[in-house]
T-cell receptor, first 110, second 117 residues
Framework: DAKTTQPNSMESNEEEPVHLPCNHS???????IHWYRQLPSQGPEYVIH???SNVNNRMASLAIAEDRKSSTLILHRATLRDAAVYYC???????????FGDGTTLTVKP | NAGVTQTPKFRVLKTGQSMTLLCAQD?????MYWYRQDPGMGLRLIHY???????AKGEVPDGYNVSRLKKQNFLLGLESAAPSQTSVYFC????????????????FGDGTRLSIL
């Protein structure tokens, strides 16, 4: 399975934009890029996903590099409730299984 | 709409005991997954199922068994619990989707916290 690499931790100030990077240099042509986040003592929550084009939804934006070897999750205005562990994962097309890495712990300072 | 429900939420076992964790989803999803999460780490896939009556191994299947007798339920069994299996267990489900079938998000339960002494 293709792996992802994320920084262990990042900090942001409240109401400022946050850019969370993810490297996936061994991504295959049909792997989708998914982002989830996990708040303390909760199960992961879906954030956004994409294949080749940049994507926007009510929670965040996803910017995908042209060669698809990296992507960036963008939170446009961080709030204290965005403090969580963010996971970037690749979805295996054939079997439908996913491999989670250790994620990035985002701290939001007031 | 309950989504994904895991039972029980907490459990303490003694080494060698057996137990079954239940995952139930009411969204008519085809795919279901069991993960474990150790402190400070990401999720690791134990077993998964792409449909009723079918199961497959994930990254860390040893010491666990699963069954998917009904579409809405996915059971995770520990036949002889070991302290190394102390963890938080998460169940997830997702719909199969269309031609780009890997692009459907997973829906997670709130987890079962299992301690084995």
């Amino acid at each position: 399975d293709a792996k992802t690499t994320q920084p262990n931790s990042m900090e942001s100030n409240e109401e400022e934009p946050v850019h969370l990077p993810c490297n996936h240099s061994t991504i295959s042509g049909t792997d989708y890029i998914h982002w989830y986040r996990q708040l303390p003592s909760q199960g992961p929550e879906y954030v956004i996903h994409g294949l080749t084009s940049n994507v926007n939804n009510r929670m965040a934006s996803l910017a995908i590099a042209e060669d698809r070897k990296s992507s960036t999750l963008i939170l446009h205005r961080a709030t204290l409730r965005d403090a969580a562990v963010y996971y970037c994962i690749l979805r295996d097309t054939n079997a439908g299984k996913s491999t989670f890495g250790d994620g990035t712990t985002l701290t939001v300072k007031p | 709409n309950a989504g994904v429900t895991q039972t029980p939420k907490f459990r303490v076992l003694k080494t060698g005991q057996s137990m079954t964790l239940l995952c139930a989803q009411d969204m008519n999803h085809e795919y279901m997954y069991w993960y474990r999460q150790d402190p400070g780490m990401g999720l690791r896939l134990i077993h998964y199922s792409v449909g009723e009556g079918t199961t497959a191994k994930g990254e860390v299947p040893d010491g666990y068994n699963v069954s998917r007798l009904k579409k809405q339920n996915f059971l995770l069994g520990l036949e002889s619990a070991a302290p190394s299996q102390t963890s938080v267990y998460f169940c997830a489900s997702r719909v199969r989707g269309g031609s780009g079938r890997s692009n459907q998000p997973q829906h997670f339960g709130d987890g079962t916290r299992l301690s084995i002494l």
